[in-house]
């Protein structure tokens, strides 16, 4: 694919899990613990990870359905949503790491002097409290959970939201993904989207469909840096 031309990138947000961090192994576990608090037999970690991107209600639908589509039992839904939930704040970072060189880029991209943000289906006060536990925190501006505003991820509002508060067009900003989500909220908003090929999502298959084909592919986040940095050379010049 070949790489678009990005010299008016203002901003960069960023989708947290899958994308600038592996949270499957904790929110599987959270999941199995759900499961047998509920009386269910266990689920693989790979059907976890298959659920995981539209915020944890409905990955608690999911989970406990084992279904992507089905609803739980509202009496049951709510019972394990709310032991979800206790389980996965004291859980966060057990085993949920930064994927390799996401720190080196966004320390790369700071040094540009750009403005990064976080854009994230998980609840706000979780996504916030698993940046500060991986360290990463301080590197981002702004930081929208899946509850932040009215509407989240596949819709507009909240990109659209934040290039408001960084007062830049949206067009102006670009947004790193891994999944459909991601790639159509961007659209959508009139941003750049780029896909993250090490993420859940399966980005040769949403290439194959121009509704969710990114404008760009990456393997590793210091490559938007490699992509920006040749430009900002040459403003300086």
Not at 77 to 94: A, C, I, P
Not at 196 to 216: F, H, I, R
């Amino acid at each position: 694919m070949t790489v678009p031309t990005i010299d008016h990138v203002q901003a960069v947000a960023f989708d947290l899990d899958g994308t600038l961090c592996d949270s499957v192994p904790d929110l599987a576990a959270a999941a199995e613990a759900m499961r047998e608090y509920l009386g269910l037999s266990s689920l693989p970690a790979k059907v976890v990870e298959s659920y995981v991107g539209d915020g944890i209600g409905t990955l608690v639908h999911r989970v406990i359905t084992n279904d992507r589509d089905e609803e739980a039992d509202p009496a049951v839904w709510e019972k394990g949503f709310v032991f979800f939930m206790q389980y996965y704040r004291t859980h966060l970072s057990d085993f949920t790491r930064p994927y390799p060189e996401t720190e080196a880029g966004l320390g790369l991209l700071k040094s540009l002097g750009i403005p990064l943000v976080v854009i994230t289906n998980k609840t706000e006060i979780l996504a916030v409290e698993l940046l500060k536990q991986l360290g990463l925190a301080d590197y981002f501006s702004l930081i929208l959970g899946g509850d932040s505003l009215p509407e989240k991820k596949p819709s507009p509002l909240p990109l659209l939201h934040a290039a408001e508060v960084l007062g830049i067009e949206p067009a102006d900003m670009m947004m790193v993904g891994d999944s459909k989500n991601d790639i159509l909220a961007a659209k959508a908003a009139g941003c750049l989207s780029v896909g993250v090929t090490y993420g859940y999502g399966d980005m040769t298959m949403l290439s194959q469909d121009d509704a969710t084909k990114p404008d760009w592919l990456i393997g590793k986040l210091p490559e938007i840096y490699e992509n920006l940095q040749p430009q900002k050379a040459r403003d300086g010049e």
